[in-house]
T-cell receptor, first 111, second 115 residues
Framework: RKEVEQDPGPFNVPEGATVAFNCTYS??????FFWYRQDCRKEPKLLMS???SGNEDGRFTAQLNRASQYISLLIRDSKLSDSATYLC????????????FGQGTELSVKP | ETGVTQTPRHLVMGMTNKKSLKCEQH?????MYWYKQSAKKPLELMFV???????ENNSVPSRFSPECPNSSHLFLHLHTLQPEDSALYLC??????????????FGPGTRLTVL
């Protein structure tokens, strides 16, 4: 089983749509959770951290369910500029900042 | 824009060549990382350096040799690579590698092709 598994994608949605990405992780010692965004042929950049209580940043909402070992990212009112690959990332307790990346879910927002 | 720079951005090398990738961070961080990103695969952590000391070697073949002369610079020395080593090599830095919640900042990567 992959340590971090994401929806395979790609997701093709029209502008203005709401899209949700799902991610599961296998290591119960996972402590910190993130969503990174990677544009085509560019480096990954932090989109948002994910907190136990859930958190929102504008059109983006992240949720964490520790019991189910599940993380989600919701994008509302999607824009053309949201087109990218979204990476689910976890770090493991006591492994010195080591990040485990999912394979990514590609999003393409069309006019 | 980025506080982490990498050179070269593109590299084509033969299997018998020796080359080096360079990474520099201008963020005052103490931890630096090398990752490999192959097509359709997740990012794979290769090496971690904390305060210039290597703290992680993720079972990387010896044909990849890292070097960290100070907290701001990280090198990846390459020799006798294989075609399957062709990938995007990303450098990242964070405040300190012992804090699991530290954000990692990535450089733009070196796209390596081994012929």
């Amino acid at each position: 089983r992959k340590e971090v598994e994401q929806d395979p994608g790609p997701f093709n949605v029209p502008e203005g749509a709401t899209v949700a990405f799902n991610c599961t992780y296998s290591n119960s010692a996972s402590q910190s959770f993130f969503w990174y965004r990677q544009d085509c042929r560019k480096e990954p950049k932090l989109l948002m951290s994910v907190y136990s209580s859930g958190n929102e940043d504008g059109r983006f909402t992240a949720q964490l369910n520790r019991a189910s070992q599940y993380i989600s990212l919701l994008i509302r009112d999607s824009k053309l500029s949201d087109s990218a690959t979204y990476l689910c990332v976890v770090s493991i307790y006591n492994q010195g900042g080591k990040l485990i990346f999912g394979q990514g879910t590609e999003l393409s927002v069309k006019p | 824009e980025t506080g982490v720079t990498q050179t070269p951005r593109h590299l084509v090398m033969g299997m018998t060549n020796k080359k080096s990738l360079k990474c520099e961070q201008h963020l005052g961080h103490n931890a630096m990382y090398w990752y490999k990103q192959s097509a359709k695969k997740p990012l794979e952590l290769m090496f971690v350096y904390n305060f210039k000391e290597q703290t992680e070697n993720n079972s990387v073949p010896s044909r990849f040799s890292p070097e960290c002369p100070n907290s701001s610079h990280l090198f990846l020395h390459l020799h006798t690579l294989q075609p399957e080593d062709s990938a995007l090599y990303l450098c990242a830095s964070s405040q300190a590698g012992d804090h699991v919640a530290d954000t990692q900042y990535f450089g733009p990567g070196t796209r390596l092709t081994v012929l």
